[in-house]
Nanobody
Framework: QVQLAESGGGSVQAGGSLRLACTVS????????MAWVRRTAGSEREGIAV???????RYRASLKGRFTISYDDSKRMLYLDMKDLEADDTAMYYC??????????????????????????WGRGTQVTVST
């Protein structure tokens, strides 16, 4: 079991940037999958990006280029750098993780983050609001 805690959310003007951070409580010296997921009001959770233990990031196609995921293993910190934010990016943002997910399944988590057997640990979320 791993505990996750997001931070960095807030209000930002359209076109602005924001960095979200997620503290990972457990050691990640083995295979793992880390993810950022968001949920807008009235919608299902949507995968944004994942990064596996080999350091390979994968992104939802529509968000690639504006969002960047990274993981600092030495600090056990997961980050999401967001730029050129739009009103449609307003959502609750969650970090999620699984400490045993192989890279091939980690890739699946981008498109189906809530599927059984993928991301087993979730943070409580941090709200991002983009105003025009």
């Amino acid at each position: 079991q791993v505990q996750l805690a997001e931070s960095g959310g807030g209000s930002v003007q359209a076109g602005g940037s924001l960095r979200l951070a997620c503290t990972v409580s457990a050691s990640t010296d083995s295979r793992y999958c880390m993810a950022w997921v968001r949920r807008t009001a009235g919608s299902e959770r949507e995968g944004i990006a994942v990064i596996d233990s080999g350091g390979r990031p994968r992104y939802r196609a529509s968000l690639k280029g504006r969002f960047t995921i990274s993981y600092d293993d030495s600090k056990r910190m997961l980050y999401l750098d967001m730029k050129d934010l739009e009103a449609d990016d307003t959502a609750m943002y969650y970090c999620a993780a699984d400490l045993y997910l192989p890279p091939v399944l980690c890739a699946d988590a981008v498109t189906k983050p809530t599927a059984d057997g993928l991301l087993s640990n979730w943070g409580r979320g941090t709200q991002v609001t983009v105003s025009t």
